[in-house]
């Protein structure tokens, strides 16, 4: 593998990681009251591990752009043109990600003192600007996804036909699976679903890429 496949695929994987941990400091809940429409699971969190988390997440968040190009590399011999317009897509994702990631540290500090904000609409205001960037990366991880499988399926990228099913959207749906049957396990993956996606991504990427032809088909 080319050092800039290397280097870019280790960026991608230290992205989830820095991220994953600092989404974990904020979202953990050992009572897996894990919501979209309340922050109840924050409770226990204390503000060190707010402000922590916030930090850490932020500081891994602008690598996953250069894992976005890295995965589009990996692509791009069977299409120019599809694997940018992956990267693309999964670029716009991130920026919408990292808007909702930064602002996780301050609804949980809104949700340790829910008395000043009795009788405002604070929570209402950030669940409709805030929750609502995050159907955002939903669906452009799924789009991401649809053609990392097409053009992989192709045999003509540079990973072998079977790294088809370690995809972004199927790696998430197994976390939410691994929850439902497990929750033992699953609480200390669902909070953090999409950067263990990734992280699994990037270590395969890492290890079994690499086997295909130069050639760029437009």
Same mark, same amino acid.
């Given at each position: 593998?080319?050092?800039?496949? #290397?280097?870019?695929?280790?960026?991608?994987?230290?992205?989830?990681?820095?991220?994953?941990?600092? &989404?974990?400091?904020?979202?953990?809940?050992?009572?897996?009251?894990?919501?979209?429409?309340?922050?109840?699971?924050?409770?226990?969190?204390?503000?060190?591990?707010?402000?922590?988390?916030?930090?850490?997440?932020?500081?891994?968040?602008?690598?996953?752009?250069?894992?976005?190009?890295?995965?589009?590399?990996?692509?791009?011999?069977?299409?120019? #043109?599809?694997?940018?317009?992956?990267?693309?897509?999964?670029?716009?994702?991130?920026?919408?990600?990292?808007?909702?990631?930064?602002?996780?540290?301050?609804?949980?500090?809104?949700?340790?003192?829910?008395?000043?904000? #009795?009788?405002?609409?604070?929570?209402?205001?950030?669940?409709?600007?805030? &929750?609502?960037?995050?159907?955002?990366?939903?669906?452009?991880?799924?789009?991401?996804?649809?053609?990392?499988?097409?053009? =992989?399926?192709?045999?003509?990228?540079?990973?072998?036909?079977?790294?088809?099913? =370690?995809?972004?959207?199927?790696?998430?749906?197994?976390?939410?699976?691994?929850?439902?049957?497990? #929750?033992?396990?699953?609480?200390?993956?669902?909070?953090?679903?999409?950067?263990?996606?990734?992280?699994?991504?990037?270590?395969?990427?890492?290890?079994?890429?690499?086997?295909?032809?130069?050639?760029?088909?437009?």
């Amino acid at each position: 593998m080319q050092l800039s496949l #290397k280097l870019t695929g280790l960026l991608g994987l230290l992205a989830a990681i820095l991220v994953g941990t600092g &989404e974990f400091l904020i979202h953990f809940d050992p009572l897996a009251r894990f919501s979209d429409s309340s922050y109840d699971f924050m409770l226990d969190t204390t503000e060190t591990r707010l402000t922590t988390g916030h930090f850490f997440a932020m500081i891994g968040i602008p690598f996953y752009f250069i894992g976005s190009w890295h995965i589009y590399q990996m692509l791009r011999s069977a299409s120019n #043109k599809l694997a940018f317009t992956a990267f693309l897509i999964a670029s716009y994702g991130f920026i919408f990600g990292a808007v909702w990631m930064g602002s996780r540290a301050s609804i949980g500090s809104l949700a340790h003192h829910a008395e000043l904000i #009795k009788g405002t609409d604070l929570v209402s205001l950030y669940q409709l600007r805030y &929750e609502t960037l995050l159907q955002v990366i939903r669906i452009t991880t799924l789009i991401l996804s649809g053609i990392y499988i097409y053009l =992989v399926l192709t045999g003509r990228t540079r990973y072998p036909k079977w790294m088809a099913a =370690v995809n972004p959207i199927v790696l998430i749906l197994l976390s939410f699976l691994i929850f439902a049957f497990n #929750k033992d396990i699953g609480i200390y993956i669902m909070p953090i679903a999409l950067n263990v996606a990734f992280a699994i991504f990037f270590t395969c990427s890492l290890l079994f890429g690499d086997t295909c032809p130069e050639e760029v088909n437009e």
